[in-house]
């Protein structure tokens, strides 16, 4: 079980922005620190370094910020907690030219700084 793990730095962001308002009006939150959740759709199966969030509504793909932290490759199914940077307009895959799997393209990009699996 993954619940109460941390990852990255402490979140600190007291209030919770739905991932349904982002993934609605991603320009809004461009450029902000946002702490969010939802159950963890994919995963890096290369490193960890990025995974994806989902609800009803639509998915964001996190990455981790600068590479600095991984999380565990059987994170699917679990949900989580996490705080980052919602990145504006288009952004190059997470790993670069690192072979990390598909990555499906998504509404929304989080460039994580924290993440705290809930369950």
């Known amino acids: 079980p993954l619940s109460k793990t941390k990852f990255g730095t402490a979140i600190t962001e007291s209030s919770t922005t739905s991932l349904p308002a982002i993934v609605k009006d991603p320009s809004t939150f461009a450029n902000k620190t946002v702490r969010t959740e939802g159950m963890v759709s994919a995963v890096c199966q290369s490193m960890g370094c990025w995974m994806q969030i989902a609800d009803t509504s639509g998915k964001a793909h996190i990455k981790m910020a600068g590479h600095s932290f991984f999380v ?17 307009g288009a952004q190059a895959p997470a790993c670069g030219n690192d072979s990390c799997g598909n990555q499906e393209v998504t509404q929304v990009e989080i460039e994580a700084t924290g993440i705290e699996f809930i369950d």
Do not use: M, T
């Open 72 to 88: 565990p490759k059987e994170s699917s199914g679990h949900r989580a907690v996490v705080q980052g940077k919602v990145l504006a």
